[in-house]
């Protein structure tokens, strides 16, 4: 039996712009800072030609609170900061009992030369 | 005369255009939005260029007569067409202040409303303009 492994984690509003040039921009702003059970984390590399990509994927668990389902809402608007790096959500899993609610969150490391 | 700067262009050409579309989205060169935009518009600046006459002072230039391509983005074709004859009736054979306040005065704009088309990739409609701008100094 494993245990429950609550980490802090940052949930971050994600907006779109454009600057004087024209060029869009995305501005990422805390929000709130909230603990979740952080489950399945998952580094991968895919080595292409030229280049090595390192996708990684976790598996973070909320209450569900009327925050959270804001961000079910409209996933593609929100961030999720944890362990400093900037994660996006991917999957979303509502508990049937509303009791919490999961997201499967993915993020790109910078590609690598090899 | 001194040579123009293509910064400036490139935010008068920014504000005038979103000023004559809004609410519609306008952006340089494309976006990674178009799923989720039925109507968008990019632009691309080119032919920078004031002509030098002979002689040994550099700011022995002409007017610049620089070019920027209008790209209109929209799934409608309906919608490609009345946005196209939005810039059209604003920026053809207009004249005077160009990009707002922080802007420039251009002599100029002659619009050509070059052709219409389809990106099958995306989906949308598209129609592309070039501009000439006439920006003494």
Known sequence: MGIARYENVVINNVTNGINLY?????????????????KDVR????????YRIYSDMVTLTFNYTPNIKQIVDNTSLFAITWRSNDWRIVDVFEADDRMSITFTCYRNDPSTPL | MSQNNPA?????????????????????????NFA?????????????????????????????????????????????????????????????????????????ADVDWLYNTYDNEIGLQQVILDCTLDIPT
């Open chain 1, 22 to 38: 024209g060029e869009q921009t995305t501005t990422i702003v805390e929000w709130f800072t909230s603990r979740a059970i952080v």
């Open chain 1, 43 to 50: 580094n991968s590399l895919l080595i292409s030609e030229r």
């Open chain 2, 8 to 32: 400036t262009y490139a935010q008068a050409i920014q504000y005038q255009l979103a000023s004559i579309v809004t609410p519609i989205p306008v952006y340089a060169n494309f976006n990674r």
């Open chain 2, 36 to 108: 989720t935009e039925p109507k968008f518009i990019t632009w691309n600046l080119r032919n920078i260029h004031q002509e030098v006459f002979t002689g040994t002072n550099q700011n022995n230039k002409s007017i610049d007569r620089p070019i920027f391509q209008i790209s209109i983005f929209t799934t409608l074709f309906e919608d490609a067409m009345n946005v196209s004859n939005l810039i059209l009736q604003s920026l053809h054979g207009y004249s005077g202040q160009f990009g707002g306040a922080s802007g420039f005065y251009i002599a100029k």
